[in-house]
């Protein structure tokens, strides 16, 4: 696998490590604690992440695009912090059914240890780039293949991966008020995720957002 970072990269301790753990494991243990359904021919599996379709091999952990179109999008592809979220879910995540409710980040376990760090890098940078401009916004979760929810003065609802799901909420700015944002996560997500992977899941979803937003 090519793996773009330079040594001294903050990224290669934790993608290392996590690649290790993920060799050690028992591929249909992880399909069916995870719920990716896994090809013992092909020795992969097959996952979707921001909603696109990628088989990932096992053990080499390579990762290719289902039917992806020429300049597509690929979150998975391009940037570090998806690979090694995905690894660390493979290796200690679980999938289990949710119950139809939505959390704030300050309600996940540990949220509020965090939340400062989550407030930086995912409220402030979804607020700033997208609360005076709700058309780029709307352009990009459409893009994105978000469902419109009705929620604040605009709001979508995505998986990150199959069943677990995130919903951003945009109110506009006026010259009274500045623009807010929330973001909420299916009532699953503590069984799947640390609060500080939901982070990295906030910062590469609004990562993928603004990426998008460009291209249409």
């Known amino acids: 696998m090519n793996l773009e970072y330079e040594k001294d990269n903050l990224e290669r301790v934790p993608f290392e490590y996590y690649l290790a ?16 359904p896994y090809d013992e ?8 992440f921001l909603m696109k379709p990628y088989t990932v091999s096992f053990p080499a952990y390579e990762i290719h695009p289902v039917n992806a179109s020429e300049g597509e999008y690929l979150a998975l ?27 704030s980040y300050r309600d996940l376990p540990s949220g509020e240890t965090y939340f400062r760090q989550f407030h930086g890098r995912c409220i402030l940078r979804l607020t700033y780039g997208f609360g005076f401009k709700p058309d780029a916004f709307r352009k990009g979760m459409e893009a994105m293949g978000a469902k419109e929810v009705k929620m604040g003065d605009h709001a979508y609802q995505f998986e990150i991966l ?22 909420l996560f299916s009532d699953n997500f503590p069984q799947a995720f640390e609060a500080e992977d939901v982070a990295h899941i906030g910062d590469i979803s609004i990562g993928a957002l603004k990426e998008l937003a460009k291209r249409v």
Request: aromatic share 10%; with cysteine; glycine share 8%.
């Open 41 to 48: 021919e092909k020795q992969e599996f097959t996952v979707r």
């Open 77 to 103: 592809l391009e940037t570090m912090g998806a690979k090694i979220l995905l690894l660390h879910h493979m290796v200690s995540g679980r999938l289990t059914p949710a119950g139809g409710q939505f959390l």
């Open 162 to 183: 199959d069943q677990l799901s995130v919903i951003f909420i945009l109110w506009e700015g006026d010259e009274e008020f500045q623009p807010s944002v929330q973001i």
């Open 21 to 36: 753990e993920y060799q050690k494991l028992d591929p249909k243990e992880v399909e069916e604690r995870c719920g990716f």
